[in-house]
Every structure is written in C-alpha cells, then in structure tokens.
C-alpha cells in the first residue's frame, strides 16, 4: 500500500513538473502582454527544467507513454535555448570592448567601475539609471580619463542614460515619448569609419506592462531605422529576457544579441542587492554588423545588476 501511494505521488509530480516545462515553452512564445504572463516569462529556463525532472520520474515509474510526451516537451524546451549556446563564429576586423552597466542610481561604486573600465580595456560604455552626482563620481574617479569623449542625458533617479566612448561622438540624438532617457550618437573609429551607438532603457513591466510593450515595439523601430551603411552598437537594460518574444524581435533580422552571437549561454545580470543570486538576465548589447566573440558578465559593487561585457568584432571599411 504504501510503495502504491509513493509511486502515485511520483507520478503527480512528475505530470506537475511536465506541466510547468509545457508552461514554460508557452511562455517562451507568447507575445501576451498580461503582467502575471510577462513576469512569469523571466522564469522560463526555470520552468524547463521541470520536464526532464517529469521524464525522469515517469520513466522511473515506467509510465512510457507521459515519459515520451514529457521528453518531446524537453526537446522542445532545448530548442528555444540552444541559440544562447551555439556561437555563430567570429570575423575578421578590429576589435572592441563594450560595456553596459546599470548604476543604480548613484549607488554603483564608481572606483569598481572605472576599474573594469580599465582592466577590460573598455572603448564604448553604456549606461543607465545615471544621475548627475553619479556624472561627478565616476569623473572624479577617471573614468573621462579613459573615455574622453561622450553623451549624457542623466535624470534624477532611473531616467539617466548615457554613452562614454574613447573615440569621438557626433550626431547625438535624444528620443522622445519615453518614461526613461534613450540616446544614440555615432563613433567615429578608426579603421572602421562611423559606427552608430545606442543606450535604451525602456520601462520595467511591473511600471505598466501596456507601456513596456509599447516601448520596446517602438525602441524596435528606432533600431530598423539605424543608418545600414555602418556597425551598430545597442546597449541597454531592456527590462527584458531572452525568453520575452519582444525582445527576440529586437534581436532579430539585421541585429543579433551579442551572448547568443558568442554562445555565452544565459547570463544573468539581476538581482544582485538580494539574498539570492541573480536570477534574471536583462541587461543585453545588440549588435548589427558587427559579431561578438566573447560576452560574460563583471560583478559592480553598489549596484542592484552585473554590467555586461562583450568582445567584438567590426569590418573595416
């Protein structure tokens, strides 16, 4: 009798544990824009797990026929994640480090971060939630020093975006109708001619989740109208996972996520002013034209997520 109930129970699990990986692939896929859905999509890798834990215990319990539907749901769960784990191969070209990192505020040490400026020989940051006492912090500390040139539209709290960059900038540009600062400007590097540079931060989906698709729809478009004769460059915190469709439309046809372009896997940037790791991963460069060979994630004291940073690889022209 009780080896009856034990084997019952294993076979709820299971079917709960499959069921959550079948959630999951929803998840993945659907473009809802209901908050419940819309944050529930962040824990997608989470989810998936839960079907090669339902194929296990079915399998253990000899139920051969949920065991199989529980291993179509892993393979199809595998699918949508194998892109972050197979690296499209590098090029030919200069190479650049760019860098994207959220300030919290001023709350990020800005000695760290001019420190993995340094280190990581860093030619194009991008920031946000940049304040202006942050602006005076992290020039106290040098970071003009080693990125001389740039654009900034710092806010009070959240709203501060901005762009450091060791070559020049010109064509600056400030986009309006949204809650949070996006800017663009254009590098001129050398070997490789004018590049394009954009900073976005578009609004959390606790904000308002009709906002948050608007907004990244809308940031989608500014993107397709970047210039096409020269590299882009996107750094952001998009608000946004990998497993959020909309931001896989963002990172779709001419541009591609730069962890998915180097085969980085997934990279979790937040939380990281919690008791628990990070869970998420929604900081992101985008690139177009250009391919990243190397993305990894760089640990900044004082702030609530890890900075981004990829190793890239321009044409020259």
């Given at each position: 009798m009780r080896s009856q109930v034990v084997r019952v129970g294993a076979v709820v699990l299971s079917a709960a544990a499959t069921l959550a990986g079948a959630a999951g692939v929803a998840l993945h896929y659907t473009e809802w824009t209901a908050e419940p859905v819309v944050l529930a999509a962040s824990a997608v890798p989470y989810l998936l797990g839960g079907a090669l834990v339902g194929a296990v215990g079915f399998a253990a319990s000899r139920q051969w026929v949920v065991s199989g539907v529980a291993a179509v749901v892993v393979a199809v769960g595998v699918a949508t994640q194998a892109p972050l784990y197979v690296a499209d191969g590098g090029g030919d070209g200069p190479a650049l480090t760019v860098m994207q990192a959220n300030l919290l505020f001023d709350g990020a040490d800005p000695a760290a971060l001019v420190d993995a400026v340094r280190a990581r020989e860093v030619a194009v940051l991008t920031v946000n939630e940049l304040t202006r006492t942050a602006v005076t912090d992290l020039e106290a500390a040098g970071l003009d020093e080693l990125l001389p040139h740039r654009y900034l539209a710092p806010g009070q709290t959240a709203s501060g975006t901005g762009i450091w960059s060791r070559f020049p900038l010109s064509d600056t540009v400030e986009y309006d109708g949204y809650v949070l600062n996006q800017i663009s400007a254009t590098a001129a590097v050398p070997e490789v001619g004018p590049v394009s540079v954009y900073?976005?931060?578009?609004?959390?989906?606790?904000?308002?989740?009709?906002?948050?698709?608007?907004?990244?729809?809308?940031?989608?478009?500014?993107?397709?109208?970047?210039?096409?004769?020269?590299?882009?460059?996107?750094?952001?915190?998009?608000?946004?996972?990998?497993?959020?469709?909309?931001?896989?439309?963002?990172?779709?046809?001419?541009?591609?996520?730069?962890?998915?372009?180097?085969?980085?896997?997934?990279?979790?940037?937040?939380?990281?002013?919690?008791?628990?790791?990070?869970?998420?991963?929604?900081?992101?460069?985008?690139?177009?034209?250009?391919?990243?060979?190397?993305?990894?994630?760089?640990?900044?004291?004082?702030?609530?997520?890890?900075?981004?940073?990829?190793?890239?690889?321009?044409?020259?022209?």
């Open positions: 900073a976005l931060h578009p609004v959390p989906p606790v904000y308002d989740t009709g906002v948050w698709a608007d907004e990244l729809s809308r940031l989608d478009a500014v993107l397709r109208r970047a210039p096409v004769d020269r590299p882009v460059i996107v750094g952001g915190d998009f608000n946004a996972t990998y497993d959020h469709a909309r931001f896989r439309v963002l990172a779709s046809g001419r541009f591609a996520d730069a962890a998915a372009q180097a085969g980085a896997g997934h990279l979790v940037t937040y939380p990281t002013d919690k008791r628990v790791p990070p869970l998420v991963g929604i900081d992101h460069i985008l690139l177009a034209d250009a391919r990243a060979v190397a993305v990894d994630t760089v640990d900044l004291p004082g702030a609530d997520h890890r900075a981004l940073v990829a190793r890239i690889v321009v044409p020259r022209r």
